[in-house]
């Protein structure tokens, strides 16, 4: 109830203010409008505005365009000015005698247009770039699309190169050394992100990025969820009049993959149509695994060896339609509806050795045993979106309310056969067959109000769903019966609605002189009702949170920014985490999820120092602490004898989750990007931070380590349109609460050649050529047991990318005069 009244008086505030907006009177008196290129009729971003009264050589004020092209001079007494709007690569153009009346305060200057300095009208628009890096008061944006070798391959491989994040060699992200991220696309959430993000980010083709924003400790506008911050891929999105587009292929020995991206735009309506997949051709990957365990009631001794093999492959194919609409100068529409489908497949072998010793080392029995596995996991969802968003007469205040969903099918399918030998008998097996239906869906609103110059109060709503309907069915040999018979004990329905209602408030203001701030708290209630049938337990709970935010910045001349930050995140369980489903298919490493599971609360502090050094390059240092008190990790406990319904399995480990403890981090990234001349630019990312474990519950097992990890990027224009790079990659072993997990290097060459006026590429890439397979030791250790399995997993591949740039833009020969205003643009 007090969400509703919330967001109520949310809409009641907007309604009012927006009421108020037409006939709302500014004194003194103020110039707007927007810059526009006379041929593209594309927005010009952060031109120069200079305002003179009367003919005067002194200005009288002046500013910039914002992003969108878009300026507001205020405080201007009444009079006669000339306005004059400059940018690099364009005509200046001098507006006269615009009349500043004593009873009009606000006079709108319309789309006023640039002509290019360049005779010939060119397919692309000059605008000022953007440097690769930018350090925001709550974000860092990697803008990929000026790093021009992260034009070829998958979004992991622009990932790996963004300053706090590393990517292993399963593909798997982390930011700042946390896994528990949540991803979006376009600041939209997606079903497809809690099933396989490793297959999400590899069918989203490099070349479809715009830019990636990393925000570590997100402000109070945002969802509290994902204890590791956010990251946000931003795709492109083309603006130009017309139809144009690009296609993309790619033909390798592991990863295929391709993409189409075709915008339509007339007037003030865009449309936009993209299919992207990718295809990871199948490989085989070697497995060593090996446990030794004690029952130390009978103080027997256990040896279990497994040696074997996995062929695997997957695939990716996403596609959607959207839309954007300017429906007046201050009203903007936009939406769009996405189709995702993705999926693996995985067919094994294990040979199977298990001894039972005693305390000399004498050999009671030895059982040799040959296991065949199979899994498959296919999921298709579709994501609709609308949004509606108004500007009022002051750029700074805004209303915005969007509606989003995805609504997913999956299906995980999984099979066993243990056979004996020598006899190679059916000993044990399974069939597993999961069903799912998986729906995440919101509603928020967010509304902007300047209380002065430079000083903004933001208050929002949001309502969110998660709603889960699954079913596992799992048949059992049964040697009697001499078939797979239905075992209510393994088999499971699950029921599992998440509802989370958030409202929040934010105030940006400047200290003085000293430094900006921006102040927050979010307020979120959290409503899980639960339940599953085969352990016949029905979960209803409630819990409340509020996650306050403080960020501050100071700028240091024009190219220096330091800053710190506080926030609290929260990491909520999912049904995957929390159903008790066991799955059993080997069974001697048995895992099942935890309903008792808590959530995972974080304290975030963070400090950074941004330095632009202009044409030489850039560097960024990172500081951060971060602490939970009921640390989430994966946990494994040991079963000399485990009884589930009528099958009794021996000498078995249990993989869940657990609230482990308490879990500390503090470290350092260092970012630089150094441009040693006109051609070489070498980036590196350095992260090295410290992780303390208190394991509470087996007490005594706490683990501490040092981890760190770093790369280095460098790449040299031989010409205008060809290039070469290299990126290497290392990350030192890490440890958890119950053991090391492993390190890992990886490096890759590429070449890229542009043809066809730039509008056609080529390029060559190879990875880890030097060596076939990456190897991956994990181990691990508690009560009772002390296991190592080592992987070498297939990674040395090449590839060839094909890229072409097309399209038409509407380009009409207009008489360019010196005054020339396009009386239908924004008017008071």
Known sequence: ???????????????????????????????????????????????????????????????????????????????????????IGYRAKTLRNIILATKVSTVSLGNIQLASKVNALAAVTVTGQKPLVENKIDKLVYNAENDITSQTGVATDILKKVPQISVDVDGNVELQGSTDIRFLINGKPSTIFGSNITDVLQSIPANQIKSIEVITNPGAKYDAQGTGGIINIILKRNTLQGINGDLSLTVGTIVQNGSINANARKGKFGLNLFMNGNARLTTTSVNSFQRVSTDTTSKTNYLLQQDGSTDFNRHGFQSGIGFDWAASDRNNFSGALNYHNFGNKSTGFINQLEQTRDDAGGVFSSI????????????????????????????????????????????????????????????????????????????????????????????????????????????????????????????????????????????????????????????????????????????????????????????????????????????????????????ASDPKNVTTGNPNLKPEVWDRFEASYNNDLGRTGSFMITLFYRISNDDIQPFIVYYPSLTVGDTTYTNVAVTTRE????????????????????????????????????????????????????????SYQFTSNFAAEFFGNFSSPH?????????????????????????????LTANNIFSKYVNQRTDLYGPGFVSSNLREIPYRSLGINFTWKFGKMELKKEKLEENNIDLNGPQQ
Not at 21 to 49: F, L
Not at 399 to 419: C, K, P, R, V, W
Request: glycine share 6%; with cysteine.
């Open 1 to 87: 109830m007090k969400i509703c009244v919330c967001i109520l008086s949310l809409i009641f505030l907007f309604m009012r203010c927006w009421s108020q907006d037409e006939r709302k009177v500014s004194n003194p008196g103020s110039i707007k409008g927007t810059v526009i290129d006379s041929s593209s009729r594309a927005t010009i971003g952060y031109a120069t505005v200079t305002v003179y009264l009367n003919n005067n050589i002194k200005p009288a004020s002046g500013g910039s365009t914002d992003d969108k092209g878009y300026f507001y001079i205020d405080n201007l007494s009444p009079g006669n000015y000339n306005v004059v709007i400059e940018f």
């Open 368 to 583: 040799i045993s040959t296991i065949n596995t199979n899994s498959a996991f296919r999921q298709y969802s579709f994501d609709p979106s609308l949004n509606f968003k108004h500007n009022f007469i002051n750029k700074d205040q805004q209303f915005e309310i969007s509606m989003d969903g995805s609504f997913a099918h999956n299906l995980i399918t999984s099979g066993s056969d243990q056979y004996l030998q020598p006899q190679d008998s059916l000993d044990y097996g399974t069939r597993n067959n999961n069903p799912a239906k998986e729906s995440e869906y919101e509603i928020m609103m967010d509304y902007v109000q300047p209380l002065s110059k430079d000083i903004n109060f933001g208050v929002g709503g949001k309502f969110s769903g998660y709603d889960i309907s699954s079913i596992a069915d799992a048949l059992l040999w049964d040697s009697y019966a001499n078939n797979y018979l239905y075992d209510s004990s393994l088999s499971n329905n699950l029921s599992y609605h998440q509802k989370v209602y958030a409202t929040y408030a934010e105030l940006n203001f400047p200290v003085g002189n000293l430094f900006d701030a921006r102040l927050g708290g979010r307020y979120e209630r959290t409503q899980v009702n639960s339940f599953y049938a085969n352990s016949q337990q029905k979960v209803v709970e409630g819990y409340n949170t509020f996650v306050p935010s403080i960020f501050l910045m100071k700028k240091i001349g024009e190219n220096q920014t330091f800053k710190l930050s506080y926030t609290i995140r929260i990491n909520r369980p999912d049904y995957s985490d929390l159903n008790p489903y066991i799955n």
């Open 659 to 714: 609230n482990v403890g308490i879990e500390k981090n503090a470290g350092t990234n260092l970012f630089f990007n150094f441009h040693l001349n006109e051609k070489f630019n070498v980036r590196t990312n350095f992260m090295f931070f410290y992780r303390y474990t208190i394991n509470q519950v087996d007490t005594g097992y706490n683990s501490s380590g040092t981890i760190y990890r770093f790369n280095v990027n460098a």
């Open 735 to 763: 440890h958890e609460a119950q053991g090391t997990y492993p390190s890992y290097t990886s490096y890759s060459l590429a070449l890229r050649k542009q043809f066809w006026n730039k509008k056609g590429s080529i390029a």
